[in-house]
């Protein structure tokens, strides 16, 4: 007869994970923190939308890296919570992931306009229409989430939004809607996204071979790689699962190690790397950082007075 094994953590090996967790999701948010604060430091930036684009990206990631850790946390501090409290958290890290992608698909976008139109960048990469396409991104992220909310007051009374769930996305929708729903969106927005940086990396490509100053195009077409490298490190995040699978059943007993690392490849260690593509790239970005973060050494000169 099968038999499920469940394995539980010891309480050392789980205040060790959490702590590690909790630890480098500070560190996360720290750098983070500093970016934002360089960003809000000078005027130059919030009249980019180059930058602003950039900063939202940062800002994302931040509220992602809360959301997911308070989840991890909640697994072990208090794993039943409130219906309404977990839809939140839900709802939030599942908007912030989605948009991930988004953002990048309109970073993108802005260097395209930026080496393909030259001429028309000033007009259409305004600091007003980019927090207008932002404001779309956040409503583009949150559909999904949304209709499940919808779903679930159409299937569920009132009063169960007052009950203790376990929060977990297949805990707080326990339907095949969310499941096929939660596919179908993934594979629409991040499709789309892929075209949209193919179709603009090849577009400043074949600029880039026809432009006579070529350093611009060069540097837009290597910013547009790195966009397909963080997509792919976002990206992580849908193989979670299948090594899970893969490689519980070879290690039934270290289940809970495998999550744990697993998570942490695939949802944290990203979120540390994506912001430093761009902020350590940019020579304008790094020198304000210096320039805010450090503290000026003042030179005193003692020159011998003549007699």
Not at 165 to 189: E, M, N
Not at 208 to 232: D, E, P, W
Request: a positive charge; proline letters at 5%.
């Amino acid at each position: 007869m099968n038999s499920t094994i469940w394995i539980v953590d010891s309480y050392e090996e789980a205040l060790a994970k959490n702590i590690v967790i909790v630890c480098l999701a500070l560190i996360i948010n720290v750098i983070n923190g500093m970016l934002v604060v360089t960003f809000f430091s000078s005027r130059m930036f919030s009249r980019d939308s180059r930058y602003i684009l950039y900063i939202h990206l940062v800002i994302n990631d931040m509220l992602m890296i809360f959301v997911s850790v308070t989840l991890y946390v909640l697994s072990y501090a208090s794993p039943l919570v409130n219906a309404s409290v977990c839809c939140i958290l839900v709802v939030l890290g599942a908007t912030t992931f989605m948009i991930t992608p988004l953002n990048l698909a309109g970073m993108a976008i802005e260097r395209f306009i930026a080496i393909c139109k030259p001429l028309h960048h000033s007009q259409i990469c305004t600091p007003q229409r980019t927090y207008i396409f932002l404001c779309l991104l956040w409503v583009l992220g949150a559909i999904p989430s949304l209709s499940d909310i919808i779903i679930l007051f159409s299937m569920q009374p009132i009063s169960s939004f007052r009950s203790l769930v376990l929060c977990y996305p297949f805990s707080l929708f326990p339907y095949k809607a969310h499941q096929d729903r939660t596919t179908a969106s993934q594979v629409i927005y991040m499709s789309l996204v892929w075209i949209i940086l193919i179709y603009t990396y090849c577009r400043v490509l074949f600029t880039a071979r026809k432009a006579v100053s070529k350093g611009s195009a060069n540097k837009a077409r290597s910013t547009i790689m790195l966009h397909g490298v963080q997509l792919l490190l976002c990206m992580l995040s849908y193989i979670a699962p299948v090594l899970d699978m893969i490689v519980t059943p070879f290690f039934p007993f270290h289940r809970t190690k495998i999550t744990f690392f697993n998570y942490l490849i695939t949802n944290i260690i990203p979120r540390l790397l994506s912001p430093l593509i761009y902020g350590v790239r940019d020579q304008k970005f790094v020198k304000q950082m210096k320039e805010y973060f450090t503290c000026k050494v003042i030179i005193v000169r003692i020159v011998p007075s003549k007699f």
